[in-house]
């Protein structure tokens, strides 16, 4: 059975895939065709329905729920591994201010109407460029995400507020950032089946930490080793093999705290 699989080139993505798309372990019979995108495109596929299945941002998850279901495994959740708010060190900010953000529907985003709800004056920009983005003056702030929150001081910029320790302030649960989800159309036996094959690929990266490296060093970035193994040690972590009860009880409320009404469950 051939499926479509779509996740971003970050490190935390490619270490999690690395097994499964080199056939490190037994797929059982399924066979993925990788697509490769930054995560709000992911986002906006998913909207349409494009990829079986998908990493995708857990705001954006909140309008696809009837067409896809999470899985437990491969989701990106934690501690102090939210996205931060930067400026450069003499920018004075207000509700006027523009602020570059990695997409509308990013969880990062959703964070961020949560924290700074007066702040709308937003510039769609992809993650990669936010940090140029401010030090060429375009835009007063940026929200970032991914490895850059390994680079930003290094380029003189500071940190205006972490989106991730006001989340587990206000909750006392780790930030759901991104998850894998796959559409409800397969038969539960399907699901459950992909659910074990990314399971096993993401243990696998666990058990053999270097047997990614050229995989994920090809996709990255940032190319700098210890920026990938920063992120990838900060993103992939017990909740990327089962969100278990904690996990699960934080994307509730995630789902909760958004308003979001649904007649399905969330989880496959």
Known sequence: MKLTLGFSPCPND????DALVHHKIDTEGLVFEVVFADVEQLNKWAFKGKLDITKLSYNAFTHCVNNYALLDSGSALGNN?????IKKPNT???????IAIPGKYTTANMLLNFAFPQNQNKVETIFSEIENQILEGRVDAG???HENRFTYKDK??????DLGEYW???T???IPLGGIVVKREFPLSEQKKIERVIRKSVEYAFENPSSSADFVKCHAQEMDK???????????????????KKGRKAVNLLFKKLGHSFESSLFS
Not at 92 to 98: H, P, Q, R, T, Y
Not at 156 to 161: A, E, P, T
């Open 81 to 85: 591994c939210g996205p931060i708010l």
């Open 172 to 174: 006392g649960l780790p």
């Open 226 to 244: 210890k920026v990938v193994d920063a992120h990838i040690a900060l993103y992939v972590n017990d909740y990327s093999i089962s969100l278990g």
């Open 168 to 170: 587990e302030k206000e």
């Open 143 to 145: 929200l970032i995400i």
């Open 14 to 17: 490619t270490f999690i895939f």
């Open 92 to 98: 004075i900010l207000n509700n006027e201010s523009k």
């Open 156 to 161: 003189g910029l500071n940190k205006v507020s």
